[in-house]
């Protein structure tokens, strides 16, 4: 599903992002990135999202080189990505159901289907019942939810999370964490940066550590 061939980010006045970044995500696998502040994980992601381009090397999702990729076509791949940030980003003059909605009318889906697909995203958060509740009257646990439900809803292949549970509890970020878990043995492909050990720790699957801009470990969490 994801391929990063050989990448390098430099920007201007040659300061090194990443280098030489080089590994493999397969279809349903999910994987943790894992890096000091500045080690190059923002970097690696916004390659992955198509909002920055690499200097050397490939970044390839499901064989597609996201170089070759421009205007409505870049556009079309960023649809089907979904992403989930440590801050939602809710519009809160928006229902929820409407924030969750939102991929989906920016995409074209029908307005006869679009309730079906929200009401199963906040069904799989365990928010049915705020589907009509402004954003600001839930808890910042309920909000992070909502911004899950709004990256699913399109029922993406691929879902990135950046820095997901930052703002969370232990006990909520043990919850998001178990929702990222059930989706990926749904079949998503999963990649969640994070800086948290404990988070890290919690679950057996692999870990791709960056530090400098480099990639310098790349295996398997202890099975509990």
Do not use: C, W
């Not at 928006?94 to 006869?112: H, K, Q, W």
């Not at 589907?131 to 600001?136: E, Y």
């Not at 909502?146 to 969370?168: F, Q, S, Y």
Request: no cysteine; hydrophobic share 45%.
């Amino acid at each position: 599903m994801i391929d990063f061939e050989y990448v390098s980010k430099f920007y201007e006045g040659d300061r090194e992002a990443l280098f030489e970044v080089n590994f493999r995500l397969a279809p349903g696998e999910m994987a943790f990135l894992t890096g000091h502040s500045g080690a190059g994980k923002s970097t690696l992601l916004r390659l992955l999202l198509g909002l920055e381009t690499a200097s050397s090397g490939a970044v390839r999702v499901a064989g597609t080189n996201l170089a070759d990729l421009s205007g409505e076509k870049l556009a079309r791949y960023r649809r089907r990505v979904g992403v989930v940030f440590q801050d939602p980003n809710l519009e809160e003059d928006l229902t929820v159901f409407d924030n969750v909605a939102l991929p989906l009318r920016i995409s074209g889906f029908s307005e006869s289907d679009i309730p079906r697909r929200v009401m199963a995203a906040l069904s799989r958060v365990d928010l049915s019942e705020q589907a009509l509740v402004s954003p600001k009257l839930l808890s910042g646990g309920q909000q992070q939810r909502v911004g899950i439900a709004r990256a699913i809803v399109h029922r993406p292949a691929l879902l990135i999370a950046d820095e997901p549970t930052g703002n969370l509890d232990p006990e909520l970020s043990a919850r998001v964490m178990r929702m990222f878990t059930q989706f990926q043995q749904l079949g998503v492909t999963i990649l969640v940066a994070t800086h948290e050990r404990a988070v890290v720790e919690s679950l057996p699957f692999r870990r791709l550590v960056i530090e400098r801009g480099r990639l310098i470990s790349d295996g398997l969490g202890s099975k509990r």
